[in-house]
């Protein structure tokens, strides 16, 4: 283990050297260990690496950008205090979703952002406070020609934005919804469609979705993917009825209506869920298709559910 704390603090040393190349190499040379080897990551974050890689995503040149990019997303799987602690680090990782040439530093940014902000929560509200971030996430996934990986890391890092509900009403006003509906709509792939309405069942669990929702036709486009018809995967659906219930549970009247339309449309979809998905699908299935069924306009129950157990006992007592 000495010999790797000596080697990571000869490294990180380079990085202030006045050539060009020594920086270059050893950064190259940090990148390899800290992606082969977990256990030189820390020491390569106490030697006091992040400043400098921090420093580097400014670079002209998209090769030491990536490297640099590469170097924090492997750091911060074991010291996301350290890269959370370095002053501007959250600045230079914008700039790089924003201004890179290299496809693969946009993405390691975005990573790097996910890995914090799946694994401390007192890191969201953080995170979810720089606007310039969250624009440039959504810039990506508006962007016609970026390439999926980027348009995947980035849909991840705003799924972990969107889980701190405060940081909710801020990627609405920053266009999220109509962003997302569009992406769902465009792009045929079933793995970013997947991610796209996952972070559009978290946004959906805000008041301020509502408007954008209506705007953007958020609950005929959530309806089509639960018609089976449409090919979409279990996940796919079952994100489809989260949001759709985030919506009818957060927004007003005139949203759990449109909710409770769409619903009773699509009743025998929702109920497919609630039969044939994962746990967690068939209780949100099952959640929805009650407000369906036998909600109130204020979205509030008026029989006890309790006591059913599953989805056939529902509606066989339902009905």
Do not use: W
Request: glycine share 6%; with cysteine.
């Amino acid at each position: 283990m000495e010999v790797k704390r000596r080697t990571a603090r000869t490294l990180v040393a380079k990085l202030s050297s006045v050539s060009e190349r020594t920086r270059t190499e050893a950064l190259s040379e940090l990148r390899l260990i800290s992606k082969h080897d977990p256990e030189s990551r820390p020491l390569i974050a106490e030697a006091g690496a992040v400043p400098y890689l921090s420093e580097t995503l400014y670079s002209s040149s998209p090769t030491v950008q990536e490297n640099a990019a590469a170097t924090l997303l492997n750091l911060s799987i074991t010291s996301r205090a350290s890269l959370m602690s370095t002053r501007g680090l959250l600045d230079a990782l914008s700039h790089v979703l924003s201004n890179s040439a290299s496809p693969a530093a946009v993405q390691s940014s975005a990573a790097t952002l996910h890995s914090l902000l799946i694994a401390d929560e007192s890191y969201r509200p953080i995170i979810g406070s720089k606007r310039d971030i969250l624009y440039s996430l959504l810039s990506i996934i508006t962007t016609a020609n970026a390439p999926p990986r980027s348009i995947k890391d980035a849909l991840k890092a705003l799924f972990g934005i969107a889980l701190y509900p405060l940081n909710r009403a801020s990627l609405v006003g920053l266009g999220a919804v109509p962003a997302l509906v569009s992406l769902i709509v465009r792009d045929a792939r079933t793995g970013i469609v997947e991610d796209a309405t996952a972070v559009l069942a978290q946004i959906a669990g805000c008041e301020e979705s509502e408007e954008a929702m209506r705007k953007a036709g958020g609950v005929r486009v959530l309806g089509d993917l639960l018609d089976e018809g449409t090919g979409a995967s279990g996940r796919i659906r079952e994100n489809a009825v989260a949001a759709l219930l985030n919506l009818a549970r957060c927004g007003g009247e005139r949203g759990r209506k449109e909710v409770k339309e769409m619903g009773m449309k699509i009743k025998d979809c929702i109920a497919d869920v609630a039969e044939n998905g994962s746990a967690k699908g068939k209780s949100k299935a099952m959640e929805l298709l009650k407000l369906v069924v036998d909600g109130n306009e204020n979205g509030q129950e008026v029989r006890d559910f309790s006591r059913f157990n599953d989805y056939n006992d529902f509606m066989n007592h339902s009905i």
